[in-house]
Structures are given as structure tokens and as C-alpha cells.
């Protein structure tokens, strides 16, 4: 079918023609392809494959950073949250923008001069544990698998309603498809590679919101307050779209989901691995300072874009088109697309989501990879004795398995938005990771057992709360745009924790662990090893050479 049905029902309908969809989103999987080919022959070294020979510039790695944290739900989940929450939807942008003062301020270049390749070097350079390598490993991959699924998500729900694809089976070809592209990347083009596919990918992404966002303003005669206006006109709930409590202000339970979000989103981004992995791309602590702030400014004019696509979509589609459309809220940057431009902007639009999802899930897929090879294999199997050449071996079949498990998961992750499963990848972040990052760079008296508690414990009680919340059972009708269960049964459901957002409780008790290990260890930390750590922090004496110096 072609174009928008005439009853307004979306639900099997196809937006746009399905073959000129498919050729510009093949043109985009072919550079891409090219580029990662052409990347290849580069990897000579596990510094070549993991860091891309650390020959970026803060310019260049700023963009890919900012194309491996513009994701799917940036593009897609936020502006379909917008567009059926208002205000409240704006809250994520806000979220995922703050967080990066975070990293600038506190993470940036002390993480770049104490570690080599992963988060897990930072902590091992203090502890020297090989438990706390493996512990910081497991945290990683499962907050990269968690980010996995919402972009996995993000691909299925965009391409069904692109192509026509509105079986479920149809939708699960094309979740292997986008796995199988994730791990023709990585394979072959490396961290190179995956970096320059970012440095595109952000590059047309920011240009194609800029347009959109441009063409929705002049329908509103270039003023924000009448575009607003009319977003407000065309919504059921009228102006209250425009201010807060739409959708975490409905009773105690969401007031207090909004500060669980609020705190994840904040805190999760100086724990996404995948993020703290490109500050290894630069040659030295300068370079990671300014790849930040061009992320910054990058992601901040993106996210300013989201507003008016957000209330764009509202206004010149209508709730009601969107919710009906397959992926639900994430279908709305498409549909307002076909909205202003037709079939040829349609395309583009999509190809360009297309094309942000390939690129994301290769930079974390690369980064889960490269967490097992470097740490779980070489570091804690082999202890430090692997070959680089057999390192790089095992990242490779590694991106293979963790392929795999991303397309399954992703299947049973379709028509859950995707802003909403970052958020959970966020919150599970900040709890395992940033308490063990922040300790070990800046607590003297931090040591192996309170990492040890507090990696464990972030880790099981975030994921735990999940599991055990509404996220996974027990919502029976969908509230605003995140009451989805991966569950749908409505006859199975063993939540127990109100929240859909553990973040308000499992970040400060993971805080909390590292204190409590810390001072009930009988052993007490080397005040020589943390004097050398801040030497280097500061100084980036020896992190030319990372890991163990």
C-alpha cells in the first residue's frame, strides 16, 4: 500500500513506496559497507582493531561519539515521545544532554590517561584483581546487550513500517539482517571502521534533522510559539502537552519513575562502555577534552531539533496516526517526514534511522567484543599472556556470538519503545560501572572488595528490579508511551517494584556497596598505587603505553 489509509488505522499499512525505501536504504548500507572494507586493511594491531591506532582527532572522534550516542533512540524514540507526551518526552533530551557535563568534568581525561582499551583497564590499574577485571567485564557486556536491544527494536519497527514488512516473522528477518550487518562491520572494519561509519552517519543524521526541523518550522511561520500552539490544538490533551506531569505526573508512583529516569539518564552516560571506549580513540587527554565538547555542542543542537520534531509530529500527524503505526511512538519522525516531503524525504529520513542503527549497534558490538577478548580472555583467562594477534582473533568470534544473542534478544524486544529500553540500559550503566569509575579515580582508601560489591551489586539489583517490574510483567494496558511489558501475557505477572526505571534506588545503593566493602575490608589499599594513578590521571605520564604501568 502507498501511503497513509484512509481510516487513519496504520497498523498494516505501508508509508511511503516500498521500492524507492529500499533503494536509498541500500545505498546507505552499501557506503557504509564500503567504508568498513576500505578500514580493513588497516588493523595491523589490537590498538588498530580496538582504538583505531588512537590516530583520531578531538574533532573526528567528538562527531563518532556523537554518532554512537545519537541512536535510535535519540532519533526515533525521543520525537515519538514528544509527540505523544510533550513536555514529558522533552525530559529524556535533557536527560541524555547533562550527563555529558559529567563526563567532560569528571570522567574524560583522567579515563583516558589510566586506561588502554576498556573501563576495565581503569580499575585494574588501581586494584590489580583479576576478579575485579572479570567483574567489570560482566557489567559491560550486559549494559552493551541491554543498549543492543533497544536499537535492535528500533531497526524492526522502523523497516515493517518502511517496507511493508508487517508480519511478525517479517519483522524478525529483519532484526538478523541488521545483526548480520553489525557483524560484517566489526569483523572486518574494526574500530576504525566502525569509527568512520559514526563519522558519516552523525554527519547526515545532523543534517537531515536540520532540514526536517527547518521545514516544520516554516509551516509554523518560523515561530516556535505558534508551532507549539498548534501541536497543543491537535492533541487530546490540549495545553497540558505543554507542561509537566502528562506522563510521570499521573500519580506518586510516576512522579517518582521521572526522578528514578531523571538520575539514570544523568549518570548513566559516564557509564555507557561504549562511549568511555571511544575516549581511547585520540592520541592523548587534550584530544578526549575536546572530542567532549564537540559532542556537546553536537548533540545539543540534535536534541534542540527533537523538540520541534516532537511537537511536529503532534501537530501534522496526530496522535492517533502514530500510535496506530507499527512501532507505535517511533514511527513518528517517518510519518511526519511523508508528511511535508512525501515518498523522497520519507526515504531519506528513514534511511538515514536506518543507517544510525547499523552504526550504533556496530560501535557496541565492537565494544562488548573487545570487553571479552581483552578482559574476560586475555586479562582473567590468560593473565595478560595472550598473543595481541590471538586477542583480536577472539574479538572477532565474539562479535559473532554477541550477534546472535543481540537478534534474539531484539526479537523480543519489537513494540517496546526504544527511549524507554536506553533508559533501562542507562540506569544499569550508572549503577555498575560509574560507582567503581568515580571510586577508583578519586577514593584513596577504595579497594578490590568494595569494587567488588559495588560492580556486583549495581549490576543484580538494577537488573533485578527490572526483571521484577513492570518493564517485564504485569502491565496490562499501555499508559502514555512506555506501558509495554516484554510480557504480554496478562495473566503472568510477578513484578514487585512499582517503578519502571530502577535507577532511585540500585545507583545509590551501588554507591553504597563500594563504601561498605571498602571499610569493612581487612585489607587495606596501597596508598603508593593510588598516588601513582592520580599521577598519571593527571599528568598522563605513561598512558602511551595503558594498561599496567
Not at 521521572?258 to 568511555?276: R, Y
Not at 526515504?347 to 578482559?375: Q, R, Y
Not at 559495588?454 to 538494577?462: A, D, E, F, T, V
Request: aromatic share 10%; charged share 10%; with cysteine.
Amino acid at each position: 500500500m502507498t501511503g497513509l489509509a484512509a481510516t487513519g488505522s496504520l497498523a498494516s499499512a505501508t508509508v511511503g513506496t516500498p521500492a524507492l525505501n529500499f533503494i536509498i536504504f541500500a545505498f546507505f548500507v552499501v557506503v557504509t559497507l564500503v567504508i568498513a572494507v576500505s578500514a580493513a586493511g588497516k588493523n595491523r594491531s589490537a590498538t588498530d582493531y580496538y582504538a583505531g591506532g588512537r590516530d583520531f582527532t578531538g574533532w573526528q572522534n567528538g562527531i563518532a561519539i556523537g554518532g554512537d550516542y545519537l541512536s535510535a533512540a535519540s532519533f526515533l524514540g525521543i520525537a515519538g515521545i514528544i509527540a505523544l507526551s510533550g513536555y514529558d518526552g522533552f525530559l529524556y533530551s535533557i536527560g541524555f544532554l547533562v550527563g555529558w557535563l559529567l563526563v567532560l568534568l569528571l570522567v574524560s581525561e583522567p579515563l583516558r590517561n589510566t586506561g588502554r582499551f576498556t573501563m576495565a583497564d581503569v580499575v585494574d590499574l588501581r586494584l590489580r584483581a583479576v576478579p575485579v577485571r572479570a567483574a567489570a567485564a560482566v557489567s559491560t557486556l550486559t549494559v552493551s546487550l541491554f543498549y543492543l536491544l533497544a536499537q535492535m527494536a528500533g531497526a524492526g519497527a522502523l523497516v515493517s513500517l518502511l517496507l511493508g514488512v508487517s508480519s511478525s516473522a517479517g519483522q524478525d528477518v529483519v532484526v538478523a539482517v541488521v545483526g548480520l550487518l553489525m557483524i560484517f562491520y566489526v569483523m572486518v572494519g574494526g574500530m576504525k571502521g566502525t569509527t568512520w561509519v559514526q563519522i558519516v552517519k552523525a554527519t547526515i543524521l545532523a543534517a537531515g534533522a536540520a532540514v526536517t526541523t527547518i521545514w516544520v518550522l516554516s509551516r509554523a511561520g518560523f515561530s516556535l510559539p505558534s508551532l507549539l500552539h498548534h501541536a497543543a490544538a491537535s492533541s487530546p490533551a490540549h495545553n497540558a502537552v505543554l507542561g509537566p506531569g502528562l506522563e510521570y505526573g499521573v500519580n506518586i508512583t510516576t512522579k517518582f519513575d521521572f526522578i528514578s529516569l531523571a538520575i539514570a539518564l544523568v549518570l548513566g552516560t559516564a557509564g555507557l562502555p561504549h562511549v568511555l571506549m571511544r575516549l581511547y580513540t585520540v592520541p592523548n587527554a587534550r584530544e578526549a577534552r575536546r572530542s567532549v565538547v564537540w559532542t556537546i555542542w553536537l548533540v545539543g543542537l540534535f536534541y534542540l531539533c527533537t523538540l520541534v520534531l516532537g511537537f511536529g509530529a503532534m501537530w501534522l500527524v496526530g496522535g492517533t496516526q502514530i500510535k496506530a503505526a507499527p512501532g507505535g511512538g517511533d514511527s513518528a519522525v517517518p510519518l511526519l517526514a511523508y508528511q511535508l516531503g512525501g515518498t523522497l524525504l520519507l526515504g531519506i529520513v528513514a534511511a538515514v534511522a536506518f543507517a544510525t542503527i547499523l552504526a550504533v549497534v556496530a560501535g557496541l558490538t565492537i565494544t562488548a567484543s573487545a570487553c571479552f577478548a581483552h578482559d574476560v580472555y586475555a586479562g582473567v583467562l590468560r593473565r595478560g599472556e595472550a598473543d595481541p594477534d590471538e586477542e583480536v582473533r577472539v574479538a572477532r568470534i565474539t562479535a559473532v556470538v554477541i550477534g546472535i544473542v543481540a537478534v534474539i534478544g531484539g526479537i523480543y524486544a519489537k513494540g517496546i519503545d526504544v527511549a524507554f529500553l536506553v533508559g533501562l540500559a542507562f540506569a544499569v550503566a550508572a549503577s555498575a560501572n560509574l560507582p567503581s569509575i568515580l571510586y577508583s579515580l578519586f577514593w584513596p582508601r577504595f579497594t578490590a572488595r568494595g569494587a567488588l560489591w559495588s560492580i556486583y551489586g549495581g549490576l543484580i539489583s538494577s537488573v533485578g528490579l527490572i526483571i521484577f517490574s513492570p518493564v517485564v510483567s504485569g502491565q496490562k494496558t499501555a499508559v502514555g508511551s512506555v506501558g509495554t511489558s516484554l510480557i504480554t501475557n496478562p495473566h503472568i505477572d510477578f513484578a514487585f517494584f512499582p517503578l519502571n526505571n530502577p535507577g532511585i534506588v540500585s545507583i545509590p545503593l551501588a554507591f553504597f556497596l563500594g563504601w561498605l566493602g571498602t571499610v569493612t575490608d581487612p585489607r587495606p589499599a596501597d596508598p603508593v598505587r593510588f598516588a601513582r594513578m592520580q599521577v598519571r590521571a593527571l599528568t598522563g605520564v605513561g598512558a602511551e603505553r595503558g594498561g599496567r604501568s
